[in-house]
């Protein structure tokens, strides 16, 4: 179920057993790839789950997310994780499910969603909630998963090919940071990667994103068919 494309009388009828909430990011990812990449991923496969389990709605997505580290690049949007944490909080508590997973697909959500999703779970009055990762769910193979690298390029090129600009393309840096003696010594990405690229797009392939995306969906149908049981 697609909840923004149902009727209220049709959530009444069919009340899901399990809620999906894609959340994503507005960052800059390369000059190749668009700002919306992580929030096109995460909703996408959610959408996709969502098709196979009949029991289970997909939310609206969250398009902006924590993200200050990639300020430096145009075009970037981003909210504190204080701020990130209480608004995807407040659309858990809302929804028409006692369980919910949210849909990842930006790293930098990762440790907000981690203790928000802690925090609801030991709430009685709130909804069991657990955060989902999508590159974390897949058999990456040989490539890393970077930042508009390799990955992510492959996977969009599979689902929206016509917004990414492979002309555009270029290497970027081989890893992300910059530590000494396991130390970070940069936060902002613009900071260690000139053209905000970690990894090398121009390996992409489509065919390796369709893999990584079916590996995706098939991971996040099991959780979900683990939290219906």
Not at 80 to 89: C, I
């Given at each position: 179920?697609?909840?923004?494309?149902?009727?209220?009388?049709?959530?009444?009828?069919?009340?899901?057993?399990?809620?999906?909430?894609?959340?994503?990011?507005?960052?800059?990812?390369?000059?190749?790839?668009?700002?919306?990449?992580?929030?096109?991923?995460?909703?996408?496969?959610?959408?996709?789950?969502?098709?196979?389990?009949?029991?289970?709605?997909?939310?609206?997505?969250?398009?902006?997310?924590?993200s200050?580290?990639?300020?430096?690049?145009?075009?970037?949007?981003?909210v504190?994780?204080?701020?990130?944490?209480?608004?995807?909080?407040e659309?858990?508590?809302?929804?028409?499910?006692?369980?919910?997973?949210?849909?990842?697909?930006?790293?930098?959500?990762?440790?907000?969603?981690h203790?928000?999703?802690?925090?609801?779970?030991?709430?009685?009055?709130?909804?069991?909630?657990?955060?989902?990762?999508?590159?974390?769910?897949?058999?990456?193979g040989?490539?890393?998963?970077?930042?508009?690298?390799?990955?992510?390029?492959?996977?969009?090129?599979?689902?929206?090919?016509?917004?990414?600009?492979?002309?555009?393309?270029?290497?970027?840096?081989?890893?992300?940071?910059?530590?000494?003696?396991?130390?970070?010594?940069?936060?902002?990405?613009?900071?260690?990667?000139?053209?905000?690229?970690?990894?090398?797009?121009?390996?992409?392939?489509?065919?390796?994103?369709?893999?990584?995306?079916?590996?995706?969906?098939?991971?996040?149908?099991?959780?979900?068919?683990?939290?219906?049981?």
């Open positions: 179920m697609n909840l923004g494309n149902s009727s209220w009388t049709e959530v009444r009828e069919t009340p899901p057993g399990v809620a999906l909430l894609p959340v994503g990011s507005t960052e800059q990812h390369g000059s190749h790839a668009p700002l919306s990449t992580d929030t096109l991923v995460a909703e996408r496969v959610a959408e996709e789950a969502g098709n196979r389990r009949q029991d289970t709605a997909v939310l609206p997505a969250v398009p902006v997310g924590v200050e580290e990639h300020r430096g690049f145009d075009g970037t949007l981003y504190s994780p204080s701020t990130f944490r209480s608004y995807v909080a659309v858990l508590g809302s929804a028409p499910a006692d369980r919910v997973v949210v849909v990842n697909g930006h790293g930098g959500n990762v440790d907000a969603l203790e928000l999703c802690a925090r609801l779970t030991r709430d009685e009055e709130a909804p069991f909630a657990t955060y989902w990762t999508w590159w974390r769910a897949v058999d990456l040989e490539a890393e998963m970077g930042h508009a690298g390799r990955v992510e390029t492959s996977v969009l090129l599979h689902l929206a090919p016509e917004l990414v600009d492979r002309e555009s393309a270029v290497e970027g840096v081989e890893s992300w940071g910059r530590y000494a003696e396991t130390a970070p010594l940069a936060y902002d990405s613009d900071e260690f990667t000139e053209n905000g690229v970690v990894g090398d797009p121009t390996e992409a392939t489509a065919d390796e994103g369709e893999r990584l995306y079916n590996d995706a969906v098939d991971s996040l149908v099991r959780l979900v068919e683990r939290l219906a049981d």
